[in-house]
């Protein structure tokens, strides 16, 4: 294993300078953050082998009970009775943004549909570095995508999202 929680004192073997991305092909250095200062919102650092590896264990019942993992699963429900997904949608509405496809949202995990297919997944990104992690529960297929850019048509959620529709049998979107 190769995931722990980060400490930018310790010497690492591999590990990655982060940068920031203008544009496909302009990067400049990503800015300096203490991997103390984001907690469990980005301090935590691992290879796409182990978080394949995770992603197996969750998925086939080595992490959690039955039931603990169909409530991560079941989108969140307002105190309305709205659901995440319905609710985020009025709020991006409301806030003028445009329809990018409906998504629920379980126990930190997104649920929604590609063509049909569901997908379960999240993602993130902290200066200088993104990350997505997908599963595809119905067509046994999992995509991980690490980069050590983030930006403007930069990073690991565009690339994902090509590797995914091609892993799932779907053409790729230009």
């Known amino acids: 294993m190769h995931s722990a929680l980060d400490d930018e ?6 590990r990655v300078r982060g940068y920031s991305g203008a544009g496909p092909g302009k990067f400049t250095n990503a800015p300096f953050i203490s991997m103390s200062i984001p907690g469990a919102a980005g ?5 796409a082998g182990d978080l394949a590896k995770w992603n197996a264990a969750l998925f086939g019942g080595k992490m959690l009970k039955p039931a603990s993992l169909a409530a991560m699963l ?3 429900k307002l105190n309305n009775g709205e659901t995440s997904g319905t609710a985020m949608a009025k709020m991006m509405a409301a806030a003028g943004a445009p329809a990018k496809g409906h998504s629920e949202y379980g126990y930190a995990l997104f649920l929604s549909e ?21 599963e595809f529960p119905d067509d046994h297929v999992t995509v991980v995508v ?8 930069v990073g690991a959620q565009k690339i994902a999202k ?7 049998g779907l053409p790729a979107e230009k």
């Open 9 to 14: 004192t310790e010497i690492v073997i591999g």
């Open 43 to 47: 301090s935590i650092r691992s290879t």
């Open 74 to 76: 079941a989108p969140g």
């Open 114 to 134: 590609v063509d049909g297919h569901r997908k379960i997944d999240h993602g993130g990104g902290i200066y200088g570095f993104s990350a997505s992690l997908s």
């Open 146 to 153: 690490l980069s050590n850019a983030i930006g403007k048509d």
């Open 162 to 168: 090509q590797i995914e529709r091609l892993a799932i």
